[in-house]
């Protein structure tokens, strides 16, 4: 029986590879915060670790009484932050000593999957039609910054097992950030920024996941990969349209000018700080939409790999909503 640690393992990633390696027969141990919620982590068979990522001796110890696991799946990290340097403390500093400490011969695993983000490619530059792996990183967001950081530091290392996979917006059920804008679209309203649609790519959990599984179980190593669908180049609009569809709603569309929405997520991001959180509207998060294509190529991936994606956004979408419905979600 195979042994994996999934990091982050309470979010909506980290909780459907936990489903996923269960139904292979593995055996899943999930590292969460004693505060976090584990109502997507309900099966019995799952074993709990607190792992203390900001202190090397407990983390030190709290792997060695674990034991060695054959996969490491590395999920946790943060997408919003309101000081910068927290991207770089717990995207790149925790990850690094998480490695170190793994890169012990008694714990070292069969493979450590990172999972990045298609935020530390950047978008296509150059007037390249798409993203591709060959192409020079340029994140235009501190988080995508600190995601390559991680990157450069485990492509530095010929003594350790290591695989990335950088996805594209990933959604699917149990995700709170796109719930936002299907509960826009459900009330019949869709609120887009900018003059034009934005190029975007995406990615149902699901298929994310066979990406992570099929990546441990390769026995390649030293591997990058862009997590898409590959299905067909979307926009934005074409987001709307999967989720008015999904939902059977007729909507109002609305399109906000770039220059007035900086405004709003100015405000919103001071109002943020004297909350001690960050909004989902801040100037970071529109560095990403000004730029405007974040087509991606994952053909290698998917071929490397040696499987297909299984959805596209629109039929993902039907399975996001029928499970927001059946949970209460809308």
């Not at 909780?15 to 505060?35: I, N, Q, Y």
């Not at 717990?90 to 000593?97: A, D, G, Q």
């Not at 798409?130 to 485990?154: I, M």
């Amino acid at each position: 029986m195979k042994r994996i640690l999934i990091t982050g393992a309470s979010g909506f990633i980290g909780s459907t590879l936990a489903d996923h390696a269960l139904a292979k027969g593995w055996e899943v141990t999930a590292a969460v915060r004693p505060t976090s919620d584990r109502s997507h982590l309900a099966d019995p068979r799952i074993r709990f670790v607190n792992l203390h990522f900001d202190n090397e001796a407990a983390l030190r110890h709290e792997l060695e009484q674990a034991g060695r696991f054959d996969y490491v799946a590395h999920i946790a990290g943060t997408t919003k932050a309101l000081d910068p340097k927290e991207y770089f403390r717990i995207n790149t500093e925790y990850t690094k000593r998480f490695v170190d400490i793994l890169r012990q011969d008694a714990l070292r695993p069969d493979c450590f999957l990172f999972l990045s983000s298609l935020a530390a490619l950047g978008p296509a530059v150059g007037g390249a039609e798409r993203v591709t792996p060959e192409q020079t990183p340029t994140p235009v967001t501190t988080y995508g910054e600190s995601k390559l950081a991680a990157e450069r530091y485990l492509e530095s290392l010929s003594d350790f097992p290591w695989m990335v996979v950088q996805p594209t917006a990933v959604f699917g059920p149990r995700d709170r950030d796109i719930l936002e804008f299907v509960s826009l679209v459900n009330k019949g309203l869709e609120l887009y920024i900018g003059s034009r649609p934005t190029q975007g790519s995406f990615i149902y959990v699901d298929d994310l996941v066979s990406i992570l599984l099929a990546a441990l179980e390769s026995g390649l190593t030293g591997r990058k990969y862009i997590a898409a669908d590959n299905s067909r180049d979307y926009t934005t609009d074409n987001l709307g349209e999967a989720t008015r569809t999904a939902l059977q709603k007729r909507t109002l569309r609305l399109r906000l000018p770039i220059g007035i929405v900086r405004i709003v997520a100015a405000i919103s991001e001071t109002i943020g700080r004297w909350r001690g959180q960050m909004p989902p509207l801040n100037r970071e998060k529109l560095n990403e939409i000004s730029n405007v294509n974040w087509w991606c190529d994952a053909g290698r991936t998917w071929g490397e790999l040696g499987i297909a994606p299984r959805y596209d956004l629109y039929s993902g979408m039907q399975e996001t909503v029928r499970w927001y419905r059946e949970n209460g979600w809308l």
